[in-house]
């Protein structure tokens, strides 16, 4: 059988480059090299390459399909392999933006390899170069006794496969699950950390004796008394999601991990109109099944410690391919912006796609203010709206796409909001502190009545917590009423 050798550079410099390769032959095969990092998830299949591939393939007509993050275009070749002997090709990948140029870095804040990983150092040696990313965050994680593979790697930054341009942080996905199913108390993220928080799981994901205590703010707590980082995962879901949100435990909130989810949205735009400044971050959760990625804008002054502060701050747009990028009256995302109720704001939306989009829009305390189509799709535009602001609130923009990617998702991107502070209390923030407060009440009747405790200290703290986090929504509806 003939061998198909690939050599995959950049068209601008003609270095060779990590990607992911999708070879299928003229019989429709799809063909590996043997060993090879496979590509985890839906849509093509994929192997990871180091800048150079042989592969077996049938003589005969060959497509190659070569990826690199989303910032480069996909490369489509088809070719006529020999029946005998073999075939060099040389395949070079060319740009469509240039978002780092801009001071804009993409990031995944979420991944794990699971047990049945053969070469996960491997893998996270080619995943920030394969995926193009400057930031990539694996974490430990505890569920039973399942030996993760991700849980092999040493927590902390891993020199080992950082680079100046791409860096490689272990950090931890902090669980607590109900008893009885479902999402329970929820999940977090802690990272830029040095010593493990503990304990990794709680509840029902360590056995069936363990205690839902402590309380995952408690984590929260002991990750930032190191420095470190956290995030809200699975887009603001489980119970003590608002009552970390409220009491300014979080430092951001990971939407659309690892896929979009009908509840994030309404979740997010309800701790936001509460007040809350909460940025938006995402990543793939189980391996790099997607494209999402979180890019922090840090300027020309790349660095980890300034990609997190750049996050922290809101400097921030999630997607998994559009670039978008948002400006009230100069000022990005993340930005406070004081204002009178009689001064006009200009807002600007700027957006650039391989894929084509056919939606943008700019939301207002959760609510579509304005909505450009494109029947045909578009790849590049920007528009500008003004907005007579009344109250506080925030604004933000978004778009989608019908086309999909090479992992079969629908193509979106979401910024960070700009928060508008006139000094009047948005009334979108009654109802949302309604909503949470119903909810706090109604986790507050599961503590008390199915919550599994060691003793009742353990339960008086939890109930403790959750009513503090309640009393913080029942000061915004009693100042509405004042």
Request: charged fraction near 20%.
């Amino acid at each position: 059988m003939p061998t198909l050798h690939g050599r995959i550079t950049d068209a601008a410099n003609g270095e060779l480059r990590e990607a992911k390769v999708s070879v299928v032959d003229c019989e429709g095969g799809v063909r590996t090299p043997e060993g090879a990092v496979l590509k985890v998830g839906n849509g093509l299949v994929s192997f990871y390459c180091g800048g150079e591939f042989s592969v077996p393939v049938k003589g005969g007509p060959c497509r190659i399909v070569v990826e690199r993050g989303t910032e480069y275009e996909p490369l489509v070749k088809h070719l006529n392999v020999p029946w005998k002997g073999d075939l060099d090709v040389t395949l070079e990948l060319r740009r469509w933006v240039d978002l780092p140029r801009m001071g804009w870095y993409p990031g995944n804040t979420h991944i794990h390899y699971d047990q049945n990983e053969r070469q996960p150092y491997e893998r996270l040696r080619l995943e920030p170069h394969v995926n193009d990313f400057a930031v990539t965050v694996v974490s430990i994680l505890q569920r039973w006794d399942l030996p993760y593979a991700s849980n092999r790697f040493p927590l902390g930054a891993f020199t080992e496969f950082s680079t100046a341009h791409h860096v490689v942080d272990v950090g931890e996905e902090v669980r607590h699950n109900f008893w009885e199913g479902g999402f329970g108390y929820g999940h977090l993220l802690v990272f830029r950390i040095h010593d493990q928080v503990e304990p990794l799981s709680r509840g029902m994901l360590v056995n069936d004796f363990n205690p839902d205590y402590p309380p995952l703010c408690l984590a929260c707590d002991d990750a930032h008394r190191q420095g470190g980082i956290v995030v809200w995962c699975h887009n603001g879901l489980g119970m003590e999601a608002p009552v970390a949100a409220a009491l300014g435990k979080l430092d951001a909130l990971n939407l659309f991990d690892p896929y979009w989810m009908n509840p994030e949205y309404d979740l997010w735009y309800k701790m936001l109109n509460c007040g809350f400044h909460l940025p938006a971050s995402t990543g793939s959760d189980w391996f790099v099944c997607s494209n999402n990625r979180v890019y922090a804008c840090t300027g020309t002054d790349f660095s980890y410690d300034t990609w997190l502060a750049a996050l922290k701050k809101g400097q921030t747009f999630i997607t998994n391919g559009p670039a978008l990028l948002l400006s009230v009256d100069g000022y990005g995302p993340g930005a406070f912006l004081p204002c009178t109720s009689k001064r006009a704001l200009e807002v600007k939306v700027e957006w650039r796609s391989f894929h084509p989009i056919e939606v943008v829009e700019i939301v207002r305390d959760g609510f579509v203010i304005a909505r450009k189509e494109f029947a045909t799709g578009s790849r590049e535009g920007s528009f500008v709206q003004t907005v007579l602001p009344e109250t506080d609130g925030w604004i933000a923009a978004r778009c989608s796409g019908n086309a999909r990617d090479s992992f079969d998702q629908a193509i979106f991107a979401h910024t960070s909001p700009v928060y508008v502070q006139t000094g009047a209390p948005s009334p979108a923030r009654e109802e949302a502190a309604r909503f949470f407060a119903d909810v706090i009440r109604g986790s507050v009747d599961w503590v008390n009545t199915k919550g599994r405790f060691h003793n009742k200290q353990q339960r008086t703290t939890v109930l403790n917590l959750f009513r503090e986090g309640a009393a913080v929504y029942e000061g915004m509806l009693r100042k509405a009423h004042t």
